[in-house]
């Protein structure tokens, strides 16, 4: 069984490093275009399941780091 977990563990910190990767690339093209980079949302960078998760959200530093919170 913990070996299990283990996997589920990894594969979940995987896919949130990619979540935060297209965030962040998704930030710098608005920026660059001159859009708003507040409304960027989970929807806008993954195709993740909603039935899987309660919410997704992103959050941006100054410097346009992604950080996000999955529950």
């Not at 608005?30 to 806008?44: A, F, H, N, P, Y």
């Not at 998760?53 to 100054?62: A, K, P, Q």
Request: charged share 30%; aromatic share 6%; hydrophobic share 25%.
């Amino acid at each position: 069984m913990e070996t299990i977990e283990k996997s589920k563990k990894s594969s979940f910190e995987t896919s949130a490093k990619l979540i935060i990767s297209s965030a962040e690339t998704e930030y710098l093209t608005r920026q660059t275009l001159g859009e708003s980079t507040s409304d960027i949302e989970c929807s806008d960078v993954t195709n993740i399941d909603t039935n899987e998760y309660e919410s997704c959200n992103i959050t941006f530093n100054e410097k346009g780091e992604a950080t996000i919170k999955v529950v």
